[in-house]
């Protein structure tokens, strides 16, 4: 007599959901991410890549909403009262850029999704260090960019090492 009242309980349960499910109101579709975008996206990334090994700065800001923007290498820490700054772009900068050191980062499992002039890109990265103490790192970093004049822009950037 048990696995009948179970069997007919677990029929009522999926009864149920399937007539919640059908008398939800649809969702409106998301946007997809047109090729159009898409192709200026990964363009910017290619170019963020060729920036960070060619130890070109200036083009790089470029492809930056502001140099104020929140990016920041997001550690695992103990709790705090006080909230992390997460406007480090200088830090970034000078680490890259001013010190002298050569690096070269490749992006991987790059997922991209857009609605109109916000898109959200994740992906796995590698840095190597091209000069001095040869060394590398990997991390995840998920990117935020505004579609501002018709060009891509970096709104914020947050990594893991």
Request: with cysteine.
């Amino acid at each position: 007599m048990k696995p009948i009242r179970v069997y007919v309980g677990v029929l009522a349960i999926s009864l149920i959901g399937a007539t919640v499910a059908a008398a939800s109101p649809a969702l409106p579709a998301i946007q997809r991410t047109s090729s159009v975008d898409r192709h200026a996206i990964e363009a910017l990334l290619a170019s963020y890549t060729r920036c960070v090994t060619e130890h070109d700065e200036a083009g790089f800001r470029a492809l930056l909403l502001d140099e104020k923007i929140p990016f920041a290498s997001v550690q695992e820490s103990a709790a705090s009262d006080n909230p992390p700054d997460l406007r480090q772009y200088e830090g970034f900068r000078e680490a890259v850029f001013a010190i002298g050191q050569r690096y070269r980062q490749k992006f991987y499992n790059v997922r991209i999704e857009q609605h109109g002039p916000l898109a959200q890109v994740s992906l796995d990265f590698v840095t190597e260090q091209i000069s001095g103490n040869r060394r590398s790192s990997t991390g995840w970093k998920v990117l935020q960019l505004v579609k501002i004049s018709n060009r891509w822009k970096i709104a914020s950037e947050l990594y893991t090492f």
